[in-house]
T-cell receptor, first 115, second 112 residues
Framework: GAVVSQHPSRVICKSGTSVKIECRSLDFQATTMFWYRQFPKQSLMLMATSNEGSKATYEQGVEKDKFLINHASLTLSTLTVTSAHPEDSSFYIC???????????FGQGTRLTVV | QKEVEQNSGPLSVPEGAIASLNCTYSDRVSQSFFWYRQYSGKSPELIMSIYSNGDKEDGRFTAQLNKASQYVSLLIRDSQPSDSATYLCAVYFYFGNEKLTFGTGTRLTIIP
């Protein structure tokens, strides 16, 4: 299957700082990537859809000014958690589709801990 | 509201038996269906995709799709302890909500 690489896999940051997470499609071009958040023992929660060359589409209840998404190329999307707080601590996962309606492949995920 | 529903479990199955995971969805025009496996602390990985009615087999895994009943299932034959994970059903909804929608997942435990 297609490979999606996410970096970093784990990050600890101080409250009030910003953290950037990268998501790359290594062997295919992804016009659309997705960002999810998952709290322990809970299901995936879609945060936003990232579209190459345009603004991201955020799900209801997700603050776009806090979770900045940039999809500057067909192989890279970034999620920046701004002014992080302990309640932002979670498992963040990106995915990318090879085409509309086809399989989505996930990155390895980023475990964010805000202290 | 497009929805995907799964029994959250936990589902316990003896090693070597068949594990049966079920999923229902709300939209009759859905065309793409997927099963993902997620180990604790890891991201989901794709197991099977199915696009047409009937069965699709891949090794020990069989996906079954019944569009008339809006039902998709995953069978795992000869269950192994390594199959213990949460299994996520995902459906691609078209027309107004073009994105992959996940169920909440079924936690499967294979008992040695």
């Amino acid at each position: 299957g297609a490979v999606v690489s996410q970096h970093p896999s784990r990050v600890i940051c101080k409250s009030g700082t910003s953290v950037k997470i990268e998501c790359r499609s290594l062997d295919f071009q992804a016009t659309t990537m997705f960002w999810y958040r998952q709290f322990p023992k809970q299901s995936l929660m879609l945060m936003a859809t990232s579209n190459e060359g345009s603004k991201a589409t955020y799900e209801q209840g997700v603050e776009k000014d806090k979770f900045l998404i940039n999809h500057a190329s067909l192989t890279l999307s970034t999620l920046t958690v701004t002014s992080a707080h302990p309640e932002d601590s979670s498992f963040y996962i990106c995915s990318a589709e090879t085409g509309v309606g086809t399989e989505a492949f996930f990155g390895q995920g980023t475990r964010l801990t805000v202290v | 509201q497009k929805e995907v529903e799964q029994n959250s479990g936990p589902l316990s199955v003896p090693e070597g038996a068949i594990a049966s995971l079920n999923c229902t969805y709300s939209d009759r025009v859905s065309q793409s269906f997927f099963w993902y496996r997620q180990y604790s602390g890891k991201s989901p990985e794709l197991i099977m995709s199915i696009y047409s009615n009937g069965d699709k087999e891949d090794g020990r895994f069989t996906a079954q799709l019944n569009k008339a009943s809006q039902y998709v299932s995953l069978l795992i034959r000869d269950s192994q302890p390594s199959d213990s994970a949460t299994y996520l059903c995902a459906v691609y909804f078209y027309f107004g909500n073009e994105k992959l929608t996940f169920g909440t997942g079924t936690r499967l435990t294979i008992i040695p």
